[in-house]
């Protein structure tokens, strides 16, 4: 994650401090440092087993779920709906293929808000993850109030092996407990620079 992007995660944190967050790929626990500072409890998935062993110790207030979160999000959302627990942010930063992304939101959409809800996905300037951000159905969950695929920008890579790559950026939904009344308020700030950029990138070829 670039500073900016830093920034803006403890940005939100540190205003909601959500009784409960989920992060969806954790890896050596950058972000998630910043989610548990600020969350009471934060369910962790990644489906490489070293990330519990290696991060357990560290971080007090994570339950460390080892798998892919096809198969255990749902479970998770199921039980956090059954009891009713708070949910305040999520973190989506898993599976970084087209399919991967919208079944990851997709699922997300299934918890039932209990109140503010703030939704951050990573890597929304790169097309795969950009694709599937934007091939949910988000005007049909009543509980999303808006969505700003363009949060904090991404950039055209010029990082040694990461050459023409389109990286980074955070696209962020916001959900309510109660319905959303009117049209569902969309940004996006980059679309533009995006249909520049990809020609010369090197997804294109
Ligand atoms: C980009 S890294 C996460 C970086 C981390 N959020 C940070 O900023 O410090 C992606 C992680 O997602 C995990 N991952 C890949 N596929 C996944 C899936 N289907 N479900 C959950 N995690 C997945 C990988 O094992 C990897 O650790």
Redesign the pocket.
């Known amino acids: 994650?670039t500073v900016a992007e830093r920034f803006a995660l403890a940005g939100i944190l540190s205003h909601r401090e959500p009784r409960i967050s989920i992060?969806?790929?954790?890896?050596?626990?950058?972000?998630?440092s910043i989610i548990s500072k600020y969350s009471e409890k934060v369910y962790s998935?990644?489906?490489?087993p070293e990330?519990k062993d290696n991060l357990r110790k560290k971080f007090e207030n994570v339950e460390f779920i080892t798998?892919?979160?096809?198969k255990v999000l749902p479970n998770l959302i199921n039980e956090l709906n059954k009891k009713e627990e708070a949910v305040g942010f999520v973190?989506v930063?898993?599976?970084?293929t087209e399919e991967?992304v919208r079944k990851?939101i997709e699922e997300v959409l299934n918890y039932i808000p209990m109140g503010p809800l703030w939704i951050l996905m990573?890597d929304s300037f790169n097309p795969d993850c950009r694709q599937g951000i934007k091939a949910v159905d988000w005007e049909s969950n009543r509980y999303v109030q808006w969505i700003d695929f363009d949060f904090i920008p991404g950039f055209l890579s010029s990082i040694p092996g990461w050459e023409d790559q389109m990286w980074c950026g955070f696209a962020l939904a916001y959900m309510e407990e109660k319905g959303r009344e009117g049209e569902l308020k969309y940004d996006e700030l980059l679309g533009r620079q995006f249909d520049q950029v990809f020609p010369i990138s090197s997804h294109a070829k």
């Open positions: 994650m992060e969806i790929g954790t890896l050596n626990g950058g972000s998630l998935i990644d489906p490489n990330v798998g892919f979160s096809q973190l930063d898993g599976d970084h991967g990851d990573h």
